[in-house]
Nanobody
Framework: QVQLVESGGGLVQPGGSLRLSCAASESLFRFNAMGWYRQAPGKQRELVAVITLGGGSPNYADSVKGRFTISRENVKNKVFLQMDSLKPEDTAVYYC?????????WGQGTQVTVSS
């Protein structure tokens, strides 16, 4: 059973930064893609950033381009989301995501709140 465990969420002021981590229970090379989604209250879950583990450039939602960066550390089976210049509209539960063949896997989510 694949497990994805997020950490790093919290409360931050507008303009601040947070770094989310996702620890996978298996080697990252066993997945086709990994990424981050978020869901704000009353809204649908939306893609934030995704990286294809076979190569290629990451994809970002337009709303986070230039502010968020997805990266991975293969040795530690971890994927990260560096979030800079945070805005109140970035407030949401952030979920780690992984895809392997036809199966999608999700973490339990970590709350990010951007407020003064």
């Amino acid at each position: 059973q694949v497990q994805l465990v997020e950490s790093g969420g919290g409360l931050v002021q507008p303009g601040g930064s947070l770094r989310l981590s996702c620890a996978a229970s298996e080697s990252l090379f066993r997945f086709n893609a990994m990424g981050w989604y978020r869901q704000a209250p009353g809204k649908q879950r939306e893609l934030v950033a995704v990286i294809t583990l076979g190569g290629g450039s990451p994809n970002y939602a337009d709303s986070v381009k230039g502010r968020f960066t997805i990266s991975r550390e293969n040795v530690k089976n971890k994927v990260f989301l560096q979030m800079d210049s945070l805005k109140p509209e970035d407030t949401a539960v952030y979920y780690c995501y992984a895809n392997r063949e036809r199966n999608d896997y999700w973490g339990q989510g970590t709350q990010v709140t951007v407020s003064s």
